[in-house]
C-alpha cells in the first residue's frame, strides 16, 4: 500500500495487532473495567497536521486513471506521505489519535510536570516533518503541503457507546487550541498555542510573534530536547503482554499478544466493514477504492460551561442515538472528534456490503431523524447541524503500516463539512443528494449562496425539511 516500514519492522502476527493497528494507544491501553460512559483527565501536548493537496489529487485520479487503476495509485501516493509524516511521529514516541480526512492528530500522554520538555520534542519533531515532508510533488502534478499545530494542557479522554460500538474523543482546551493554532499556520509552518508557548522552554525555542495573536511562529530549536523517547516508551502498556519488543519497533501495540478480552473491546472501536476484511485474512488494500458514496457530518454545538462529565453523559447519549439512527437507514459511523467547540460525526452511506440504490434518501432520512433527536431529547446543545452530499469520494486505509485508518477523501467529504458549518442548526444538502434521493421537491429549500473557505461552484444547495410520517411512507 506504499506504507513507509521501519528498519526491521515485521507485520503483526496476531489479528489483536491487526485491530489495534485502526485504535489508538489511548484506548489499546485503557482501563477494561470502567463503566461506559467514562471521562479520565489527564496532561498531554497536542500536534495536528494538516495536509493540503489530497482533495484535488483524489479528483485528479478520479478524472485521469483508468477504473480500479486510480484508487490503487492514489493509495501509494497517500500512504508514502503520510506514513513518512506518521513515522516521525511514532518514532518520537506520539500516539495518532485520529486522522480526520487530509489531517492527523497526535498526543503525547505525560505528567504535568514533563510538559515543557515534551512541548520541545513535539516542536524538533515537527522542525524534522517540516524539512523532510514540508512539499512533496506528486506524479499527477498535485503538490502536497503540510502545515502543524502544536498545544498542551489539561485534557479528558472521553469512552462513550454501547455494547455494539464504542468510540473515544479527547476534549479540553488544548484541543480548540490546536486547531485555532493550525488555523494560523500557513503551509511549511509550525505554530505554538498560547498555552503551549506559555508552558515550554522558552529559551529553546525561537519564534516570531504573530500579530493580534497570542500564538507564535516556530523557526528553529536551539538545543537537542532532553526528554527520553526510550523510557517513555516502555513505560506504556506495561499492563498488557506484549511480544519481544525491539528498538526497531517504532509501535508497542504491534507487538500485542493474543487476550480474548482486550480483543472484544477494540473490536468496538473498528467499522464492521474493516473488521470483515479482517477476519477474513484479506489485504486492507482490498478496501481502497474510488466509490460513489453519500456523506453526512453531524455536529454539536454545547451551550458552554458544562463540565467534562457533562459533556461525556451528552456525547455518550448522542453517539448511541446517532449510532442507532445511521445502522438503521443501513450506514456507518466512520469517527467522532471534537472540532470548532463542538464534537462532530462523520457517518457514511454506501460503503461495501452497504450499497443501496436509494442510500442518498436514507441517508437524508437518518440526516433528518439524527437532527430531530438531538433537537428534543439533548437539552444541552446550543446547535446542531447536519451537512449531507453525495459523490464519487476515496475510501481506504490511509496511515501507516502499524497506526492507520479507513477514512474518506474528496471534494464532496469537504463540502459535507462545509455545509454543516456555514449552514448551523438545518439538514442541509447539495443538488446531487436532492437529485439521487428521488424524493418529492416539497421536501427541500433552496437555501442562501455563501462563501464556503476551499469550495468552488458547490451549485444549488438545499434545506431538507421532510415530514417525518411522509418520509417513511416513501422509503417503506
Same mark, same amino acid.
Request: hydrophobic share 40%.
Given at each position: 500500500?506504499?506504507?513507509?516500514?521501519?528498519?526491521?519492522?515485521?507485520?503483526?502476527?496476531?489479528?489483536?495487532?491487526?485491530?489495534?493497528?485502526?485504535?489508538?494507544?489511548?484506548?489499546?491501553?485503557?482501563?477494561?473495567?470502567?463503566?461506559i460512559?467514562?471521562?479520565?483527565?489527564?496532561?498531554?501536548?497536542?500536534?495536528?497536521?494538516?495536509?493540503?493537496?489530497?482533495?484535488n489529487?483524489?479528483?485528479?485520479?478520479?478524472?485521469?486513471?483508468?477504473?480500479?487503476?486510480?484508487?490503487?495509485?492514489?493509495?501509494?501516493?497517500?500512504?508514502?506521505?503520510?506514513?513518512?509524516?506518521?513515522?516521525?511521529?511514532?518514532?518520537?514516541?506520539?500516539?495518532?489519535?485520529?486522522?480526520?480526512?487530509?489531517?492527523?492528530?497526535?498526543?503525547?500522554?505525560?505528567?504535568?510536570?514533563?510538559?515543557?520538555?515534551?512541548?520541545?520534542?513535539?516542536?524538533?519533531?515537527?522542525?524534522?516533518?517540516?524539512?523532510?515532508?514540508?512539499?512533496?510533488?506528486t506524479?499527477v502534478?498535485?503538490?502536497?503541503?503540510?502545515k502543524?499545530?502544536?498545544?498542551a494542557g489539561?485534557?479528558?479522554?472521553?469512552?462513550?457507546?454501547?455494547?455494539?460500538?464504542?468510540?473515544?474523543?479527547?476534549?479540553?482546551?488544548?484541543?480548540?487550541?490546536?486547531?485555532?493554532?493550525?488555523?494560523?499556520?500557513?503551509?511549511?509552518?509550525?505554530?505554538?498555542?498560547?498555552n503551549?508557548?506559555?508552558?515550554?522552554?522558552?529559551?529553546?525555542?525561537?519564534?516570531?510573534?504573530?500579530?493580534?495573536?497570542?500564538?507564535?511562529?516556530?523557526?528553529?530549536?536551539k538545543?537537542?530536547?532532553?526528554?527520553?523517547?526510550?523510557?517513555?516508551?516502555?513505560?506504556?502498556?506495561?499492563?498488557?503482554?506484549?511480544?519481544?519488543?525491539?528498538?526497531?519497533?517504532v509501535?508497542?501495540?504491534?507487538r500485542?499478544?493474543?487476550?480474548?478480552?482486550l480483543?472484544?473491546?477494540?473490536?468496538k472501536?473498528?467499522?464492521k466493514?474493516?473488521?470483515?476484511?479482517?477476519?477474513?485474512?484479506?489485504?486492507?488494500?482490498?478496501?481502497?477504492?474510488?466509490?460513489?458514496?453519500?456523506?453526512?457530518?453531524?455536529?454539536?454545538?454545547?451551550?458552554?460551561?458544562?463540565?467534562?462529565?457533562?459533556?461525556?453523559?451528552?456525547?455518550?447519549? /448522542?453517539?448511541? $442515538?446517532?449510532?442507532?439512527?445511521? &445502522?438503521?437507514?443501513?450506514?456507518?459511523? =466512520? *469517527?467522532?472528534? %471534537?472540532? +470548532?467547540?463542538?464534537?462532530?460525526?462523520?457517518?457514511?452511506?454506501?460503503?461495501?456490503?452497504?450499497?443501496?440504490?436509494?442510500?442518498?434518501?436514507?441517508?437524508?432520512?437518518?440526516?433528518?431523524?439524527?437532527?430531530?433527536?438531538?433537537?428534543?431529547?439533548?437539552?444541552?446543545?446550543?446547535?446542531?447541524?447536519?451537512?449531507?452530499?453525495?459523490?464519487?469520494?476515496?475510501?481506504?486505509?490511509?496511515?501507516?503500516?502499524?497506526?492507520?485508518?479507513?477514512?474518506?477523501?474528496?471534494?464532496?467529504?469537504?463540502?459535507?463539512?462545509?455545509?454543516?458549518?456555514?449552514?448551523?442548526?438545518?439538514?442541509?444538502?447539495?443538488?446531487?443528494?436532492?437529485?439521487?434521493?428521488?424524493?418529492?421537491?416539497?421536501?427541500?429549500?433552496?437555501?442562501p449562496?455563501? /462563501?464556503?473557505? $476551499?469550495?468552488?461552484?458547490?451549485? &444549488?444547495?438545499?434545506?431538507?425539511?421532510? =415530514? *417525518?410520517?411522509? %418520509?417513511? +411512507?416513501?422509503?417503506?
Amino acid at each position: 500500500m506504499g506504507w513507509i516500514k521501519g528498519e526491521g519492522e515485521i507485520e503483526a502476527s496476531y489479528k489483536i495487532s491487526k485491530i489495534a493497528a485502526h485504535v489508538p494507544d489511548l484506548v489499546v491501553y485503557s482501563t477494561l473495567t470502567n463503566d461506559i460512559p467514562y471521562a479520565e483527565n489527564f496532561h498531554g501536548v497536542l500536534l495536528f497536521a494538516d495536509v493540503s493537496g489530497f482533495t484535488n489529487l483524489t479528483e485528479k485520479f478520479c478524472l485521469s486513471c483508468k477504473k480500479g487503476y486510480g484508487a490503487d495509485e492514489l493509495t501509494r501516493t497517500l500512504n508514502s506521505y503520510i506514513g513518512e509524516i506518521v513515522s516521525h511521529i511514532l518514532d518520537n514516541g506520539g500516539d495518532i489519535l485520529n486522522y480526520a480526512g487530509d489531517a492527523i492528530l497526535a498526543l503525547w500522554t505525560v505528567e504535568r510536570v514533563q510538559l515543557s520538555e515534551v512541548i520541545s520534542l513535539v516542536v524538533k519533531c515537527s522542525l524534522n516533518i517540516q524539512d523532510q515532508c514540508g512539499v512533496r510533488e506528486t506524479g499527477v502534478g498535485c503538490q502536497l503541503k503540510v502545515k502543524i499545530g502544536i498545544s498542551a494542557g489539561k485534557l479528558s479522554k472521553v469512552i462513550v457507546g454501547d455494547e455494539i460500538s464504542q468510540y473515544f474523543v479527547v476534549i479540553g482546551r488544548a484541543v480548540d487550541e490546536v486547531r485555532l493554532a493550525e488555523g494560523l499556520a500557513v503551509a511549511s509552518t509550525i505554530i505554538l498555542s498560547p498555552n503551549a508557548w506559555e508552558l515550554c522552554e522558552r529559551d529553546n525555542i525561537a519564534i516570531d510573534p504573530i500579530e493580534n495573536e497570542r500564538a507564535v511562529k516556530v523557526r528553529y530549536i536551539k538545543r537537542e530536547p532532553s526528554f527520553s523517547v526510550e523510557k517513555y516508551q516502555d513505560s506504556i502498556g506495561t499492563s498488557v503482554e506484549h511480544e519481544k519488543v525491539t528498538r526497531d519497533c517504532v509501535r508497542k501495540a504491534s507487538r500485542l499478544m493474543p487476550n480474548a478480552q482486550l480483543e472484544k473491546t477494540l473490536r468496538k472501536y473498528v467499522m464492521k466493514t474493516v473488521l470483515q476484511k479482517i477476519d477474513d485474512d484479506q489485504p486492507l488494500e482490498y478496501l481502497s477504492e474510488m466509490r460513489p458514496a453519500t456523506i453526512v457530518f453531524v455536529n454539536m454545538q454545547f451551550k458552554g460551561g458544562e463540565s467534562d462529565q457533562d459533556q461525556c453523559m451528552t456525547i455518550h447519549h /448522542a453517539a448511541i $442515538g446517532i449510532g442507532q439512527q445511521i &445502522v438503521k437507514h443501513h450506514g456507518r459511523v =466512520n *469517527k467522532v472528534f %471534537m472540532f +470548532d467547540k463542538g464534537c462532530t460525526f462523520l457517518c457514511l452511506f454506501g460503503l461495501p456490503g452497504d450499497k443501496r440504490e436509494d442510500e442518498s434518501a436514507h441517508a437524508l432520512q437518518a440526516a433528518y431523524g439524527v437532527h430531530d433527536l438531538c433537537q428534543k431529547e439533548i437539552r444541552s446543545l446550543k446547535t446542531v447541524s447536519v451537512g449531507v452530499t453525495t459523490g464519487p469520494v476515496f475510501c481506504g486505509v490511509v496511515g501507516h503500516p502499524v497506526r492507520h485508518e479507513y477514512t474518506v477523501i474528496g471534494r464532496k467529504v469537504n463540502l459535507a463539512a462545509r455545509l454543516m458549518m456555514h449552514y448551523p442548526g438545518v439538514v442541509s444538502c447539495d443538488s446531487e443528494t436532492c437529485y439521487y434521493s428521488k424524493l418529492p421537491a416539497f421536501y427541500f429549500n433552496e437555501l442562501p449562496k455563501k /462563501a464556503m473557505k $476551499g469550495v468552488k461552484n458547490p451549485g &444549488v444547495l438545499y434545506q431538507f425539511m421532510a =415530514n *417525518k410520517h411522509q %418520509m417513511y +411512507d416513501h422509503l417503506m
